[in-house]
C-alpha cells in the first residue's frame, strides 16, 4: 500500500529482523497491563482535541478536497460518508477526488484541487513519499496539503505535509498487551506486519516495546506485503504454527489479514491453543470474534475518525493552532461486548456516540 523504499527503512529501524527470540528479562507488570486493556473497554467519552470555535462563521465559502486512497475499500468510503456529514453539519463544501488506488489518480486528484483552488486538500492514507512534488506545488500555491489517518503520532512525514495523525502505537500495545495478559506473561506470539503500510511502523513500534517487558514472552515477525496477504498470510501461518507447536497467540497487526489466519488456525487443529488478537474493528472480523474464531480485535468509530479530522482540518483553514491529536478512541471487542456493534456488526457501532453532541458543542452549533 505504501513505498517498498519506506518498507526497507521501517524493517531496520524497528526490528532489523523478521524473527525474533526471546523477548527481554524485564518483569511483566500484568496488573498494569490488565488496567489497560479494562480502560479500553469502557465506552469511549468524547475528549475535544482543541478550544471551542465558531466553525460555520470561519468556514463559511471555503472548501475542502480529499484525494483518498481508494474508493474501491469500504473503510475509506465509511470515513469519506462521516467527513461529508460533518462538513454539511458546518455548512461548507466538501469534495471528494474518487478513484481506485492508482499513483496517477492520485497526482490528478492534488492536481484538481490546485486548480481549482480548494482551501485545503486532504490525503486520506495514499503514499506520501511519492506525492512530494505535487504537495509542495499546492503549498507554493497557498493550499495545506494534509496526511490523514496515514500513521502514528512520532512517525516522520515529508515537510510539504501537515498530518491528522492516530494512535496506531497505542493499537500495536494493546495487540501485544491482550497476548501477554491471556497467557499470563508466557505469550509465544507470531506477529504479521505489512511494512509497505506507513502506519506498520508505529504498530509494530507499539507491538515490540511492548513484548519486550514480558520477560517469558517469545514473538516471531513476518513481513507480508499487502498485496500478498491472500495468497502468502495462510500458507506462512500454517507453516509457523506445525514448526512451533507452543506457539499460542498470532497478532495480525491489521484484522483483514485475519480472515487468512482463521483457517490456517483450523487446519492444523490449532484453535484450542492459539488465539488471535488484532485491529481495526472491521464489521466481518468483529463477526468473527462474536463466533469465537477471533479473541480479540480493536475497533475504530469510523464516524467519528471522520469529525476528527474534519475537526482537525477546519482548524487549519480557519488558521487555529494544528492538532497533532484528533483524540480518536480505541475501544477492545471480545465475546464480552462484540453483540453491541450489532449481528451482523455494524461500522461505528458499539463504540458510544459521546462525539455527536461534542463536535456540535466544540464547533458552537445550534
Known amino acids: 500500500m505504501k513505498s517498498l523504499l519506506m518498507a ?62 481508494s474508493n474501491s475499500i469500504a473503510f475509506v468510503n465509511t470515513v469519506m460518508e462521516a467527513m ?17 488506488g492508482q499513483h496517477s489518480q492520485w497526482i490528478q486528484g492534488i492536481q484538481h484541487g490546485i486548480n481549482q483552488k480548494y482551501d485545503l486538500i486532504d490525503l486520506f492514507a495514499p503514499d506520501l513519499l511519492s506525492l512530494v512534488p505535487q504537495a509542495q506545488e499546492a503549498k507554493k500555491a497557498g493550499i495545506p496539503v494534509v496526511a490523514s489517518h496515514d500513521g502514528g503520532f512520532d512517525q516522520k512525514r515529508p515537510d510539504a505535509f501537515l498530518s491528522v495523525p492516530i494512535d496506531y502505537q497505542k493499537a500495536g500495545e494493546l495487540e ?30 507499539g507491538v515490540k516495546t511492548t513484548l519486550e517487558k514480558c520477560g517469558d514472552c517469545k514473538v516471531e515477525y513476518v513481513n507480508v506485503a499487502v498485496g500478498d496477504w491472500s495468497s502468502r498470510i495462510q500458507p506462512l501461518v500454517q507453516a509457523a504454527l506445525l514448526r512451533n507447536p507452543k506457539m499460542n497467540f498470532i497478532i495480525p497487526t491489521y484484522d483483514d489479514m485475519a480472515r487468512y489466519v482463521v483457517p490456517a488456525v483450523e487446519l492444523t487443529q490449532s484453535s484450542d491453543r492459539v488465539k488471535i488478537a488484532t485491529f481495526n474493528g472491521t464489521p466481518a472480523i468483529l463477526d468473527l470474534v462474536r463466533r469465537g474464531k477471533i479473541d480479540m480485535d480493536i475497533g475504530e468509530n469510523l464516524d467519528w475518525i471522520g469529525h476528527g479530522v474534519i475537526d ?55
Not at 85 to 90: F, H, I, Q, R
Open 8 to 69: 526497507s527503512a521501517i524493517s531496520a529501524a524497528i526490528y532489523g529482523s523478521f524473527f525474533a527470540a526471546a523477548t527481554s528479562a524485564n518483569a511483566t507488570d500484568l496488573d498494569a497491563m490488565k488496567a489497560e486493556i479494562a480502560k479500553h473497554q469502557r465506552v469511549p467519552e468524547f475528549v475535544a482535541a482543541g478550544e471551542p470555535f465558531d466553525a460555520t462563521n470561519c468556514m463559511k465559502g471555503k472548501k475542502i478536497l480529499s484525494v483518498p486512497f
Open 84 to 100: 461529508t456529514t460533518a462538513a454539511k453539519k458546518v455548512g461548507f463544501q466538501f469534495d471528494q477526488y474518487k478513484n481506485s
Open 176 to 205: 501485544a498487551m491482550w497476548a501477554i495478559t491471556k497467557t499470563e506473561g508466557k505469550a509465544n506470539v507470531l506477529v504479521i506486519t505489512a511494512l509497505d503500510s506507513f502506519s506498520s511502523e508505529a504498530i509494530v513500534k
Open 312 to 366: 482537525a482540518e477546519m482548524r487549519i483553514v480557519c488558521g487555529l493552532p494544528h492538532i497533532k491529536d484528533p483524540k480518536i478512541p480505541l475501544y477492545i471487542f471480545d465475546k464480552s461486548n462484540v453483540e453491541a456493534a450489532g449481528v451482523p456488526a455494524k461500522a461505528s457501532a458499539g463504540m458510544g456516540d459521546a462525539y455527536v453532541e461534542g463536535y456540535k458543542k466544540l464547533w458552537m452549533l445550534k
